[in-house]
């Protein structure tokens, strides 16, 4: 199994591979979201030879409605990790049929 990340987000400390121990439904309603969860999920670092050579701190953008899937790992260097996703009922699916899997981590691919 695989899952996606669009950056390399500090959050997974370079870990090629995870287990997925738990999915859980949250709502993506801003106020619902802890702003501490928020930062720790979207924050990823531009490197210096980026196209807009900032090197700066980045923030992918979460949903503000609907439903968010929270995935929780644990990586091939013992280090927990969780990531959110868009709910979409075949993605819940897929990652509720994976707990207790072994997932490959792709750095920039689309999930």
């Known amino acids: 199994m695989k899952i996606n990340f669009s950056h390399d987000y500090p959050?997974?400390?370079k870990q090629k591979k995870a287990e997925l121990l738990a999915v859980r439904v949250i709502d993506a309603q801003a106020v619902?979201?802890?702003k501490d969860l928020i930062e720790y999920d979207t924050?990823?670092?531009l490197p210096d030879y980026s196209p807009d050579f900032?090197?700066?701190v980045c923030y992918y953008p979460l949903p503000k409605t609907g439903k968010l899937i929270q995935l929780i790992f644990v990586g091939d260097k013992d280090i927990p990790?969780?990531?959110?996703?868009r709910y979409i009922p075949t993605k819940y699916d897929y990652y509720?049929?994976?707990?207790?899997?072994i997932f490959?981590?792709?750095?920039?691919g689309k999930d």
């Open 11 to 13: 959050k997974l400390w």
């Open 32 to 34: 619902a979201i802890n």
């Open 43 to 45: 924050k990823y670092i």
């Open 54 to 56: 900032t090197g700066g």
């Open 81 to 85: 990790f969780c990531t959110l996703r």
């Open 96 to 101: 509720k049929k994976g707990i207790g899997k």
């Open 104 to 108: 490959e981590i792709i750095i920039g």
